[in-house]
């Protein structure tokens, strides 16, 4: 009874390919968040959605992008995968707008591109 | 834009002893505070959560502390255990459906 599980939890892939990263809550959250920890292990944010609007951080490139086909769903695409592109990539979830119920983490996706 | 700061970068300590990590974040108009856990090569888990209007929060062994006006939490472990053995990460929550991270602190237990 996983709370927000990502799939896969390993990904290799070599440069210019397009990938795509799962994550699904069940929660019942109404907002899901892709999160990019580097390899300082920094953790910040790529994406925040809901079924009203989705939030992109400025700095992150258009070849990444979140779709939701449902509530409980959040996957993340990638497009011409880039070597500085290898990172752990984290799926989270919350139940509230402005995270006043903290936030729920799912196990993470390594992400490697050779 | 809010910056949030842990401090030690690493920690090791001898099992049972009771220890402090500390967290600091530069913008106080803050939702809440969550600490979490991060074990090598695993997700997040969410250990504390304290909301804005709250001082501290008590799981277990423990125990976390806010002061907002300060900009400051603690998260204290009382007789730690190698299990205690992660990384801690604190995580501030804003407006805008936004968590800032700290750069975490690595603690060893050592048995």
């Known amino acids: 009874d996983t709370a927000v599980s990502q799939t896969p939890k390993y990904l290799v892939t070599q440069m210019g390919n397009d990938k795509s990263i799962k994550c699904e809550q069940n929660?019942?959250?109404?907002?899901m968040y892709w999160y990019k920890q580097d390899s300082k292990k920094f953790l910040k944010i790529m994406f925040s959605?809901?079924?009203?609007?989705?939030?992109i951080n400025e700095t992150v490139p258009n070849r990444f992008s979140p779709k939701s086909p449902d509530k409980a769903h959040l996957n993340l695409h990638i497009n011409s995968l880039e070597l500085g592109d290898s990172a752990v990539y984290f799926c989270?979830?919350?139940?509230?707008?402005?995270?006043?119920?903290?936030?729920?983490f799912g196990s993470g996706t390594r992400l490697t591109v050779v | 834009k809010q910056e949030v700061t842990q401090i030690p970068a690493a920690l090791s300590v001898p099992e049972g002893e009771n220890l402090v990590l500390n967290c600091s974040f530069t913008?106080?108009?803050?939702?809440?505070l969550q600490w979490f856990r991060q074990d090598p090569g695993k997700g997040l888990t969410s250990l504390l959560l304290?909301?804005?209007?709250?001082r501290e929060q008590t799981s277990g062994r423990l125990n976390a502390s806010l002061d907002k006006s300060s900009g400051r939490s603690t998260l204290y472990i009382a007789a730690s255990q190698p299990g205690d053995s992660a990384t801690y990460l604190c995580?501030?929550?804003?407006?805008?459906?936004?968590?800032?991270f700290g750069t975490g602190t690595r603690l060893t237990v050592i048995p």
């Open positions: 995580a501030v929550g804003t407006g805008a459906n936004n968590l800032f």
């Open positions: 929660l019942g959250h109404d907002t």
């Open positions: 304290i909301q804005s209007s709250q």
């Open positions: 959605y809901n079924n009203k609007e989705l939030i």
């Open positions: 913008d106080s108009a803050i939702y809440n």
């Open positions: 989270a979830s919350s139940q509230r707008e402005g995270s006043r119920g903290g936030y729920t």
